[in-house]
């Protein structure tokens, strides 16, 4: 059966934007400082997902350094980040046109991300997108991050659309459990940061850029 969808909900890092450079540039900063090896790029990669304390957690069990460091390597690149959040970071491919589209047909969106919130808005409106958004939904104090669909049931209810008739667009296996958990329609988009094989997410759509998102709606909704 097609439905129209009523609303779209994205994900941040790997999704609209692609972010790990300047992440991974602020972790990097962050472990010298405490006079610890940096971490290349293509691993920070495969930490990045659920957020910047549990990135710090694995980056310090991949280097195979004591746990008690985590505040302080935390505390550091948090620091470092807010000061440089959008300083390589840029969008991913066929985003603009794509929040364009749907702009233009007046489907509401909105982010969920599990990076803290004001940071995430700061990066948003760095990209250059905040107009596109009627929310940003990010870490918050005693709220559960994704997986869990606590953030997507907010951002859902604020942007005034049914989970069953809104898409959950993201692209890695966090954002796919958390679409199934919230019971909204799962996309994933390739070339995120995805720590498993596309086929093992269980969803029904993945496409291969953003670009591709305005057609999979206008069929979807028929």
Known sequence: MNYKITGCIFDLDGTLADTAPDIAA??????????LKKIPLEIIIRMIGNGIPKLVTSALTYLGASPVKADDVLRSMLLHYQNNYCDKSFLMNGVEDCLSELFSRDIPMAICTNKEE????MIVRALGIEEYFTVVVGSR????????????????????????????????????????A????????????????YHELGVPHVIADMASLPKLIAETGK
């Open 141 to 180: 104090p005693n709220q559960k991050k994704k997986p869990d669909r606590a953030m997507l049931d907010l951002a859902a209810a604020i942007i005034n659309s049914p989970n069953s008739t809104t898409m959950m667009i993201g692209d890695s296996e966090v954002d796919a459990q958390a679409a199934i």
């Open 182 to 197: 919230a019971e909204c329609i799962p996309v994933i988009v390739r070339g995120g940061y995805c720590h498993k094989p």
């Open 26 to 35: 602020a972790l990097n900063f962050a472990l010298q400082e405490s006079e």
């Open 118 to 121: 004001n940071l995430a808005n």
